[in-house]
């Protein structure tokens, strides 16, 4: 299991560019590393961001567009 997550770990920093023959295998481990931490907590607040919106204030758009009243606009017949 280790040698498939090192084959893909080496697969993602040889596609950021880095191919290991120079002295920046670990600048590369780190850029990846820090990319899929940056995934991670990406689609982590979008899932909180999504459930839980936090917004209460009553004058939120949120609230004039879910409001079930007819809307004039203007021009249209």
């Known amino acids: 299991m280790i040698d498939y997550l090192t084959y893909y770990f ?10 290991g023959s120079d002295d920046y295998v670990l600048f590369g481990w780190f850029a990846v590393s820090l990319a899929g931490l940056v995934v991670v ?18 004058s939120h758009i949120k609230y ?14």
């Open 10 to 19: 080496e697969l993602a920093i040889a596609l950021c560019g880095f191919d």
């Open 64 to 77: 004039q567009i879910l409001d079930e009243t007819e809307v004039d606009f203007p021009g249209a017949n």
């Open 41 to 58: 907590y990406a689609f982590y607040e979008g899932v909180c961001r999504t459930l839980w919106p936090g917004e209460t204030d009553p």
